[in-house]
Every structure is written in C-alpha cells, then in structure tokens.
RNA sequence: GGCGCAUUCGUCUAGGGGCCUAGGACGCCGCCCUCUCACGGCGGUAGCACGGGUUCGAAUCCCGUAUGCGCUACCA
C-alpha cells in the first residue's frame, strides 16, 4: 500500500511555523516512503476564512519546496482539494448515517445548549447536553420542525466503551466514548463541522497516515468512529507536539516572525528553514544537525519524533541561516541577495556591483535582511549613523588620523586592499597609535557606521575619488 | 472542573536498565585570531521536575504528586 498523506491548513491567515513543520514532516514522511502529498484547504469555516489566504499558503509551501502532488492547483484524481467543492460527499455522508440511525437531528438552540453546558459542568456527565435531542419522539421532532427551528446533524456516539488510537508518536491513548458526547457534523445552515469533512475526506482520498498537531489528538476519537460507521478505515496517527513561544505558551504574532513570510522577508534561506524546523522535534542521530534536503528525506522517521513540545528558539535558527549562508558559492550568493533585495524593495537592488561585495559580507551575514545596515553605505552614498558620528567627533585622535589618510591614501600608486593596508598601517607608525585606534575614524569616515565590512577592501571598492571625498567630508565635519 | 498529552543543561536534543563521573548543538562566559563586526580555533558554564516503588543495578520500567500545554465550539 503507498503512503498517502495530506496537510489540510484552514486558509485563516499566513502559514504559520507550526503549520509548515506539520506540512514538512507530512511532506519528508511521504518522501521517504515514495508515498504522495496531498494538500486540501479545509475552508468549511467561511467567517474565519481570510482573503488571499490560500494563495498564501500555496506561496509560502513554494517557497519552502514543499511539493504537493494533489492540490487544488495541481488537482488530480480525488479532487475537489477544496472542502468548499464538496458539499455533496458530507451530504451523501450525512444521509447514509441519517437512515441508518447513526446520526441524528438536533433542534436545540445555541442558548439552550449553552444553558445546558454551563448546568452539566460540574457533574459527572459533562457531555449530557450534546446528547439532549438523541432520542427525541416523532411528536417532539414535529413540534420543533413545525417551530420552524433549524436542525444541525449529530453523530450518535456510543454511551459505552472506549476508543483506543494506536499513535505513532504517543503511542496508546485511550478515550471514554461517555466523555466524548454527540459530534456535531453538520451545522444548522448545512455546512459540515471540521469533525465530518475531515475525515470523511481523508478516507476519500485514501489517506493512510495522518500527520498533525497534538491539538487535535482529542478530536481522534470521534473521527475514528465516524469513519469506522461509515465502514471505513481509520488511517493512522501521528500526533505532533505544539511549538511553544520563550514563555512556554503556543508559538504566536507576539513572540515576533511566526510567519514563513516573514522570515522570508528578513532574508532567511528556505532550506535553513526547513533543516531547524525538522529538527524541531525531531532528530537523527543526536548529533548532526546541518542536512541536505535528500539526507533529510532518507532519514527522517516518525520513530524518532519527540512527543514533548518544543520552544522555538530564534538565535539557533539565525545561526544555521548564517551557516547555509557561508556555505553558498559566490554567485548563488549574489543571486540570492539580489531576489532579497527586490523582494523587499531596497534602493539598493539591482546594483551592478553588488557582487564584488559578497566575499566582503559572506561570513558576516546571519541572514540577508542585515545586508543593508552593515555594507549599504558602501554602494549609496547616505547619512551616518548618529551615533557613530557622535563617537568620530570625540575622537580626539581623529583630525591628524584622517589628514594623515587622505594624504596616504591620495599617494599610493595602485589602490588595492594591499597597497591601503600598508599605507594604512605607515599612518599608525606615523602617530603611534594601534591599527584598532587609528581605524576607527577612518571607519566611521569612510562607511558611516563602527561596524562594517574590512576597512581595505571597502576602501578600495568606494575607489580613490569616492573615499577621499568621504574622508574630507568627514574632516571638515569635525 | 473534566478528559488527554508532556516533563534530560536557559533552548533544541542523544539516551529506550549496567557502555552515563549523562553525549552533541545553539546561547552564554573566558582565551586565541583580529582593523570593527563576524568567521574560525581552544576551553568552560549548565540538566535527568519531585516522591515512592520494581531491580543486584534506573535518566531509562511502574505508580503518585507537581508543573506546563492541548481539548472541553453549530473553530480547525
């Protein structure tokens, strides 16, 4: 039998971390078994849907290369991929379990019920209310029919026994069947509750694995036996622990970028991403952590998922971004920042000599969003940072460092890194200051700021003229 | 409140009875390198939630407690 997975998001906003660490290890588990990615949009909620949203997400799994072999863009042979189309599967359904006395209606108003929970919160039968018109005569049901009272669809969960899901990353979880109260499968207005259409598409699909968040380990139960009724196979679990926030609460907009577009946005590669999200959770051997997206795929296993829920720690996803940063050759580099900057709309795009500034930033970058503050001044011309110009004025070296530099430097024959580091070291003989004390005006001078790529090599790329000019702007200044 | 899941350094994790005086990584600290920032190298800091069992032996198995999280919707 082939691995059939899906990653079913509600379009309810942007893809969220967790949302992709579920899509990626649906998609590697799929992968490692030459099984297929299905991705279906579970849009029953049309009040929380949010425009774009799909797109959205599609735009995002892109990104990532994370690729769906059905989908409502790519379709395909268990289509319609969006909940939305399918009104006449959970229709069918409904019926079925409807004249089989598996399901039933309910009239109960949502103040009645809301009356009824509050009364049964405390005793021993919290699920009582759910099952308040399970049984009701055929004068009860006409009184309310005739009431003109809108019915919503209820599956008639058994009062005894126990349902037991075989996890594969918990393990045996056993729920009370008297716990779990009467379903709600259908709404009043006819639309399907998530705990029909979910289901009921995954067995129509064929999937055999079921890969999500642990937030929906409760609602197992029920959709076991609504699939089970319908006599059908319950696929398999997998139950994904929550990603958590610095304070131990689920991963959310106020712990900062939650999004993968933001992180796409602050310059972050989609395979470092995609590497820290999977060991998230998830590891190989305890030790290796850098990963090819193939190693990633032959390795990974649902064996070796963490159940516990794991904090998302930014600094160690900025430290593998740099990593894969170093670790690209000089022109995927290049490419990479340029798409950076047009994606994010710099002034400094499309600059032709952006290239030459790779090997200067390469081994400085943690992503590309801290391209711009660390070698921008270099390729536009633009104000100081003021708190760098500040420190240059108190300088009190200042004055005879930078009118010692513009002489040096106005004489060397060839303006090479070379050829300015020796002339700039003859001015620290010249003064008797340390290279650290003697540099740091011509830095902040020079690039407008204390930190920056090498002072030679960025003196050379500004050129004879252009340093110069920056450095009598700068003495003037003092 | 009920039900469920979880619990190894600050964080991500290895560990599935003796190989553990608990390993790796990020972070942090120190040293080296050094024109700033980084990178790199070296070293260090820090943990089995608690209490009972089981066993010759427990981070590993069982029970309880605590804590955290999730669910408890005509959301998903």
Excluded at 183 to 191: D, N, Q, S
Aim: hydrophobic share 40%; proline share 6%; with cysteine.
């Amino acid at each position: 039998m082939t691995v059939r997975v899906r990653f079913a998001p509600s379009p309810t906003g942007f893809l969220h971390v967790g949302g992709v660490r579920t899509a990626l290890y649906n998609w590697l588990f799929a992968r490692h078994h030459g099984g297929v990615t299905v991705l279906r949009i579970e849009d029953t909620d049309t009040e929380r849907e949010t425009e774009g949203a799909i797109e959205q997400i599609q735009r995002s799994l892109d990104w990532l290369g994370l690729d769906f072999d059905e989908s409502p863009r790519t379709g395909g042979p268990n289509g319609p991929y969006l909940q939305s189309e399918r009104a006449e599967t959970y229709q069918a359904a409904v019926d079925t379990l409807l004249e089989q006395g598996l399901a039933y209606r309910c009239y109960q108003t949502p103040e009645e019920l809301e009356a009824a929970r509050t009364a049964a919160r405390h005793t021993d039968d919290p699920a009582a209310p759910t099952r308040l018109h399970r049984d009701l005569t055929s004068e009860q049901i006409s009184r309310f029919e005739g009431e003109g009272r809108p019915a919503i669809i209820r599956f008639r969960t058994p009062l005894e026994g126990e349902t037991v899901i075989e996890d594969l990353v918990r393990g045996r979880v056993a729920f009370e069947h008297r716990l779990l109260g009467d379903t709600v499968l259908m709404r009043g207005g006819g639309a399907p509750t998530y705990q029909l259409a979910n289901p009921l598409d995954d067995m129509a699909m064929g999937i055999t694995h079921v890969i999500r968040g642990e937030d929906l380990l409760p609602s197992t139960p029920r959709q076991k036996l609504l699939i089970e009724a319908l006599g059908g196979t319950f696929p398999t679990t997998a139950h994904l622990s929550m990603i958590l926030g610095p304070d131990k609460k689920r991963l959310s907009k106020r712990h900062g970028a939650a999004s993968v577009e933001e992180f796409r946005e602050q310059g972050y590669l989609p395979h470092a991403l995609v590497n820290f999200l999977a060991l998230l959770g998830w590891s190989w051997d305890g030790e290796t952590e850098i990963m090819s997206i193939d190693e990633l795929i032959e390795r990974f296993s649902l064996e070796r998922v963490n159940p516990a829920p794991a904090v998302f720690d930014h600094q160690k996803l900025a430290w593998m971004n740099g990593a894969y940063l170093r670790e690209l050759g000089a022109d995927t580099y290049a490419a990479a920042l340029e798409e950076h900057l047009v994606d994010a709309d710099s002034p400094l795009a499309g600059n032709p000599r952006l290239g030459e500034l790779v090997p200067m930033v390469q081994e400085k970058l943690g992503a590309f969003g801290e391209f711009d503050a660390l070698a921008g001044s270099l390729l536009i011309d633009r104000e100081p940072d003021p708190v760098a110009w500040e420190k240059l004025k108190a300088d009190e070296n200042a004055p005879k460092v930078l009118d010692a530099a513009i002489t040096m430097l106005g004489a060397i024959a060839q303006f090479s890194p070379d050829a300015i580091e020796g002339s700039l070291r003859s001015i620290c003989d010249l003064l008797g200051l340390k290279p650290k004390n003697a540099f740091t005006p011509i830095r902040i001078a020079v690039t407008g700021s204390t930190v920056a790529p090498g002072l030679y090599e960025s003196i050379a790329f500004l050129g004879r003229d252009e340093a110069l000019a920056r450095l009598q702007r700068a003495r003037a200044a003092l």
